[in-house]
Each structure stands twice: as structure tokens, then as C-alpha cells.
Nanobody, 123 residues
């Protein structure tokens, strides 16, 4: 499985961006798909994850502003980001987990990673 993230860019505070993560190779609906981010000098942190349509999780810092979704037919996961803040600035990574062990919020749960896409929010 290879993941390709795209959609990052520069946006003003309050603006929106939509990230996409396209998978080559089959991504089963049972796979957990996640988004993480890493700001300069900080550890990679969990942003959102989705498994089934009713298994969706968000970090508290993005809840109510970000929406994760997936299109299994297109092997693609999306992250709609609204009301962006300067503290959302980071490299965003998508990830896939085929062997879920119960900790969707840990990077170690995910075996497959995309290359990252830069999101910069100006104040």
C-alpha cells in the first residue's frame, strides 16, 4: 500500500483547505485511516481517524472544525479543514492501519504512511 497526500497550501486564518490521501493498492473498509500532523520542533500528533462510517475520531484541538471522510471506491481519504488557525500550521500525513490494536491515536498503530503535505496558516 502506498499513500499520496495532497491539497496543502498557504491560507489565511479562518480559511479552509481540503486534504486528500490517495492509496495505491487496496484499502479495505476495515482499515483505520488516519491523519497526523507535525509542526517544527514538535512531535507528530494525531488529528483524525476513520474506520467504518460510524467510527470517526478527532483530536480535541480540531473537533468541530475538521471533518474526515473516505471514499472506499476511490481508495481515498479526505480531511476537510475549516476555520483554520495559525496553530494548525504543520506537515500533515495520512496513514493506514491494517492490524488495529486499539489505539487509533498513536502513530505506531499505522504501518503505512504518505509523504506529507505542508499546511501553513497565516495570521
Amino acid at each position: 500500500v502506498q499513500l499520496q497526500a495532497s491539497g496543502g497550501g498557504l491560507v489565511q486564518a479562518g480559511g479552509s483547505l481540503r486534504l486528500s490521501c490517495a492509496a495505491s493498492g487496496r484499502i479495505y473498509s476495515s482499515y483505520f485511516m488516519g491523519w497526523f500532523r507535525q509542526a517544527p520542533g514538535k512531535e507528530r500528533e494525531f488529528v483524525a481517524a476513520i474506520r467504518w462510517s460510524n467510527s470517526i475520531y478527532y483530536a480535541d484541538s480540531v473537533k468541530g472544525r475538521f471533518t474526515i471522510s473516505r471514499d472506499n471506491a476511490k481508495n481515498t481519504v479526505y480531511l476537510q479543514m475549516n476555520s483554520l488557525k495559525p496553530e494548525d500550521t504543520a506537515v500533515y500525513y495520512c496513514a493506514a492501519c491494517s492490524d488495529y490494536r486499539g489505539t487509533y491515536y498513536l502513530a505506531s498503530e499505522y504501518a503505512y504512511w504518505g509523504q506529507g503535505t505542508q499546511v501553513t496558516v497565516s495570521s
